[in-house]
């Protein structure tokens, strides 16, 4: 897992193929201002998704990992909590879906690790690292995000 300002990612472009081309993107005039939906970067390689939504609390939030994806999640605006936990370490809820290349656990009962996202910084997931995104810090806020999916 990677935490880091945008101004920084010059350092982790050359960490896993495909990220500079992840971090080109982010960087790229108007950004920000693209709607909801999915931007292809390099196929289905590298691609963005635009979201926007309003955090939630910690409950309703779900555990997920992904087996084929790198995630590098970026906020345009807004902050969210979001929890980490090692993929060893949880209980798998159901099957995984290969579609949406999502693996789905149960509440961990292991204390996971919270890291506070904030407008002009980005997360990265790596297969091993199961999150709980879009987790409100305190109240309900707007969020803007891009989250960048990058092929194993």
């Given at each position: 897992?990677?935490?880091?300002?945008?101004?920084?990612?010059?350092?982790?472009?050359?960490?896993?193929?495909?990220?500079?081309?992840?971090?080109?993107?982010?960087?790229?005039?108007?950004v920000?201002?693209?709607?909801?939906?999915?931007y292809?970067?390099?196929?289905?390689?590298?691609?963005?998704?635009?979201?926007?939504?309003?955090?939630?609390?910690?409950?309703?939030?779900?555990?997920?990992s992904?087996?084929?994806?790198?995630?590098?999640?970026?906020?345009?605006?807004?902050?969210?909590?979001?929890?980490?936990?090692?993929?060893?370490?949880?209980?798998?809820k159901?099957?995984?879906?290969?579609?949406k290349?999502?693996?789905?656990?149960?509440?961990?009962?292991?204390?996971?690790?919270?890291?506070?996202?904030?407008?002009?910084?980005f997360?990265?997931?790596?297969?091993?690292?199961?999150?709980?995104?879009?987790i409100?810090s305190?109240?309900?806020?707007?969020?803007?995000?891009?989250?960048?999916?990058?092929?194993?």
């Amino acid at each position: 897992m990677i935490l880091a300002a945008l101004e920084q990612e010059e350092q982790y472009r050359q960490a896993y193929p495909g990220f500079a081309q992840a971090f080109d993107f982010l960087k790229q005039p108007g950004v920000a201002e693209l709607e909801p939906g999915k931007y292809e970067i390099d196929g289905q390689n590298i691609y963005a998704m635009i979201q926007h939504y309003n955090t939630k609390p910690e409950e309703n939030c779900g555990w997920e990992s992904h087996r084929k994806y790198i995630d590098i999640q970026y906020l345009i605006e807004g902050n969210e909590q979001i929890n980490v936990a090692p993929t060893d370490q949880l209980v798998m809820k159901g099957d995984y879906i290969v579609e949406k290349d999502k693996v789905s656990y149960e509440v961990p009962t292991i204390k996971s690790n919270a890291l506070q996202l904030n407008t002009g910084q980005f997360a990265v997931f790596f297969p091993q690292d199961a999150h709980q995104a879009s987790i409100s810090s305190e109240e309900s806020v707007a969020v803007k995000k891009v989250v960048l999916k990058v092929q194993v």
